[in-house]
């Protein structure tokens, strides 16, 4: 979780309004210090929309994974499902692509002295192909019919916690 300090929170915020990305609203209330309310202005909903729509860069899908995952996350009744489906679908291909190219570093050999260097690659093909194996089930759950909605009725904040896994991966069905 991303908890920003006061001392990177303000400027950043002062930076969006001096770009009229947000705009800020001062609410005065009991005797307290004005407190600022800020709004998200048409060229920075524009901005964002923007920002969510960029293609996933192959080249950096290994150390901006969460960053991709967050974006996804927002796209959600903001971007149409074919748009979603398409950042989903080059998430896939750059994490295949990566973990192909991990696999291959592995098997050259390179750091097969080195216990704790393999092992740690091991670590990242793993992370990474769960990763590639999620795309897919994701890609499968939204591809679903158009007529059906995006969202299940949750049944209990347990099940979100608990995918069934099999050994090709998320079992979007227990969704």
């Given at each position: 979780?991303?908890?920003p300090?006061?001392?990177?929170?303000?400027?950043?915020?002062r930076?969006?309004?001096?770009?009229?990305?947000?705009?800020?609203?001062?609410?005065?209330?009991?005797?307290?210090?004005?407190?600022?309310l800020y709004?998200?202005?048409?060229?920075?909903?524009?901005?964002?929309?923007?920002?969510?729509?960029?293609?996933?860069?192959?080249?950096?899908?290994?150390?901006?994974l969460?960053?991709?995952?967050?974006?996804f996350?927002?796209?959600?009744?903001q971007?149409?499902?074919a748009?979603?489906?398409?950042?989903?679908?080059?998430?896939?291909?750059?994490?295949?692509g990566?973990?192909?190219?991990?696999?291959?570093?592995?098997?050259?050999?390179?750091?097969?002295?080195r216990?704790?260097?393999?092992?740690?690659?091991?670590?990242g093909?793993v992370?990474?192909?769960?990763?590639?194996?999620?795309?897919?089930?994701?890609?499968?759950?939204?591809?679903?019919?158009?007529a059906?909605?995006?969202?299940?009725?949750?049944?209990s904040?347990?099940?979100?916690?608990?995918?069934?896994?099999?050994?090709a991966?998320?079992?979007?069905?227990?969704?």
């Amino acid at each position: 979780m991303y908890q920003p300090s006061p001392g990177a929170l303000y400027p950043a915020l002062r930076r969006l309004v001096g770009r009229d990305l947000l705009c800020a609203e001062e609410i005065v209330s009991g005797g307290r210090r004005p407190q600022r309310l800020y709004h998200v202005t048409e060229a920075g909903r524009v901005t964002h929309l923007d920002w969510l729509r960029q293609p996933v860069d192959p080249a950096a899908v290994g150390s901006d994974l969460g960053l991709h995952l967050m974006r996804f996350a927002m796209m959600e009744n903001q971007l149409e499902r074919a748009e979603i489906l398409a950042f989903l679908k080059g998430l896939a291909e750059a994490l295949d692509g990566f973990v192909a190219g991990m696999e291959q570093y592995v098997a050259s050999g390179v750091q097969s002295a080195r216990r704790h260097a393999q092992l740690a690659l091991m670590h990242g093909i793993v992370v990474h192909r769960a990763s590639l194996d999620w795309a897919r089930s994701a890609i499968s759950v939204l591809a679903e019919s158009a007529a059906q909605p995006l969202h299940r009725p949750r049944r209990s904040a347990r099940l979100l916690l608990r995918w069934p896994v099999t050994s090709a991966g998320v079992d979007p069905s227990g969704i």
